[in-house]
């Protein structure tokens, strides 16, 4: 099942956007009432779908890091109002989607492979979703907004109840700004009491929701907050040594887990990567290098590709070079955050360097 998946996808991924252009044609017309739950424009549902899909495939053959992901997937999808029904209609469309761009290469056995793993897939998701007590989303109010810089932005929020993730994990926002038009952020902060979520974000080109929220949110705004996601975490009892690669406010999952380590006296040992193009990318450095005063298990390394002769210790180039400049890191677990460009190049110079693919982990969602 997994080699003819794995073949027949290899066909359809260079036609991809097509693919789910049609995907989307065909689920919206055996299923009208679905379309409704997307925004109007599709261009940012369509590539995170690329990215679900890529990222199921990755794992098909992992069912113990697979099925966890699959459901938080589905805890997450309840936001949406989605039902058995609407899996029932996805996986239809989802099929004729492959089939269609698989050209010669989908036979009647693709046929069942595709079949029984979309099956595997709904029915993680779905029992997640029934067996969730938590509610879909949680009510959350803007009670602070601060620009650092005219693309980067701290809100401050404070839910209702708290949420209940764990340092590193990331949830879906949906804002008045920008309604329907759900994005994932990684809390910045670890997990508080009084319901308090810091979130750091960037205003990226092109980026309908992140310019929103950068350059227009206000206290008092009411955000919709979806079940926590991610597998970005430390357990500070059992992990082995940790190297952290951070760029620009992909600092924010890393700041959150040391953080909550810096509560304790001992710690596996945190080495972090912070980067940037420029010393302006490293917003928090400062911060983060007063918590390495007072926390002999963490070392900070700034890195940036120009002007690295104006900040104190750093180092120049781009984070994968710098990474692995230093060696493979084969004994650390190694957490990647930052943009899609950033992970996919730190990854492949990972990689070659020597890390092992298992040691490395990073979240298949980014903003925008």
């Not at 705004?221 to 040594?241: C, F, H, K, L, Y």
């Not at 980067?275 to 900070?300: F, I």
């Not at 020597?354 to 982990?361: A, E």
């Given at each position: 099942?997994?080699?003819?998946?794995?073949?027949?996808?290899?066909?359809?991924?260079?036609?991809?956007?097509?693919?789910?252009?049609?995907?989307?044609?065909?689920?919206?017309?055996?299923?009208?009432?679905?379309?409704?739950?997307?925004?109007?424009?599709?261009?940012?549902?369509?590539?995170?779908?690329?990215?679900a899909?890529a990222?199921?495939?990755?794992?098909?053959?992992?069912?113990?890091?697979l099925?966890?992901?699959?459901?938080q997937?589905?805890?997450?999808?309840?936001?949406?109002?989605v039902?058995?029904?609407?899996?029932?209609?996805?996986?239809?469309?989802?099929?004729?989607?492959?089939?269609?761009?698989?050209?010669?290469?989908?036979?009647?056995?693709?046929?069942?492979?595709?079949?029984?793993?979309?099956?595997?897939?709904?029915?993680?998701?779905?029992?997640?979703?029934?067996?969730d007590?938590?509610?879909?989303w949680?009510?959350?109010?803007?009670?602070?907004?601060?620009?650092?810089?005219?693309?980067?932005?701290?809100?401050?929020?404070?839910?209702?109840?708290?949420?209940?993730?764990?340092?590193?994990?990331?949830?879906?926002?949906?804002?008045?700004q920008?309604?329907?038009?759900?994005?994932y952020?990684?809390?910045?902060?670890?997990?508080?009491?009084?319901?308090?979520?810091?979130?750091h974000?960037?205003?990226?080109?092109?980026?309908?929701?992140?310019?929103?929220?950068?350059?227009?949110?206000?206290?008092g705004?009411?955000?919709?907050?979806?079940?926590?996601?991610?597998?970005?975490?430390?357990?500070?009892?059992?992990?082995?040594?940790?190297?952290?690669?951070?760029?620009?406010?992909?600092?924010?999952?890393m700041?959150?887990?040391?953080?909550?380590?810096?509560?304790?006296?001992t710690?596996?040992?945190?080495?972090?990567?912070?980067?940037?193009?420029?010393?302006?990318?490293?917003?928090?450095?400062?911060?983060?290098?007063?918590?390495?005063?007072?926390n002999?298990?963490?070392?900070?390394?700034?890195?940036?590709?120009?002007?690295?002769?104006?900040?104190?210790?750093?180092?120049?180039?781009?984070?994968?070079e710098?990474?692995?400049?230093?060696?493979?890191?084969?004994?650390?677990?190694?957490?990647?955050?930052?943009?899609?460009?950033?992970?996919?190049?730190?990854?492949?110079?990972?990689?070659?360097?020597?890390?092992?693919?298992?040691?490395?982990?990073?979240?298949?969602?980014?903003?925008?």
């Amino acid at each position: 099942m997994v080699r003819l998946i794995r073949e027949s996808w290899a066909v359809v991924e260079p036609q991809a956007e097509e693919a789910t252009r049609y995907f989307y044609s065909i689920l919206f017309s055996i299923s009208p009432q679905t379309r409704e739950m997307f925004p109007i424009n599709l261009e940012t549902q369509r590539n995170r779908l690329l990215r679900a899909l890529a990222h199921f495939i990755q794992m098909v053959d992992r069912p113990d890091e697979l099925l966890p992901f699959l459901h938080q997937l589905g805890r997450d999808h309840r936001k949406f109002g989605v039902v058995t029904s609407h899996y029932e209609a996805v996986g239809t469309a989802l099929l004729a989607a492959i089939k269609k761009y698989s050209g010669d290469a989908w036979t009647p056995q693709v046929e069942r492979a595709w079949a029984e793993a979309y099956t595997v897939m709904a029915s993680a998701m779905t029992e997640a979703a029934s067996n969730d007590p938590g509610p879909a989303w949680y009510n959350g109010e803007v009670i602070d907004h601060q620009r650092l810089s005219w693309d980067i932005a701290v809100i401050r929020i404070r839910t209702e109840y708290p949420v209940p993730y764990a340092p590193g994990q990331y949830v879906s926002v949906e804002t008045p700004q920008r309604p329907r038009l759900w994005r994932y952020l990684s809390p910045a902060n670890a997990p508080d009491e009084d319901g308090l979520l810091e979130f750091h974000v960037r205003a990226v080109q092109g980026g309908w929701v992140s310019r929103a929220l950068v350059h227009h949110t206000r206290p008092g705004d009411q955000w919709r907050i979806g079940a926590p996601m991610g597998r970005m975490t430390v357990d500070r009892e059992n992990s082995p040594d940790v190297l952290m690669i951070a760029g620009g406010t992909g600092l924010a999952p890393m700041r959150a887990i040391i953080q909550d380590l810096a509560q304790y006296g001992t710690n596996p040992n945190v080495h972090l990567f912070y980067g940037g193009r420029t010393p302006e990318d490293l917003y928090d450095l400062e911060a983060m290098q007063q918590v390495m005063v007072s926390n002999p298990w963490l070392t900070v390394t700034p890195v940036v590709e120009t002007g690295a002769d104006t900040v104190y210790g750093a180092e120049s180039g781009t984070l994968a070079e710098a990474v692995t400049k230093h060696g493979a890191w084969e004994d650390r677990d190694v957490l990647v955050s930052g943009s899609p460009e950033m992970i996919r190049a730190t990854i492949s110079r990972l990689l070659v360097a020597g890390t092992p693919l298992d040691h490395i982990r990073y979240d298949p969602f980014t903003t925008d």
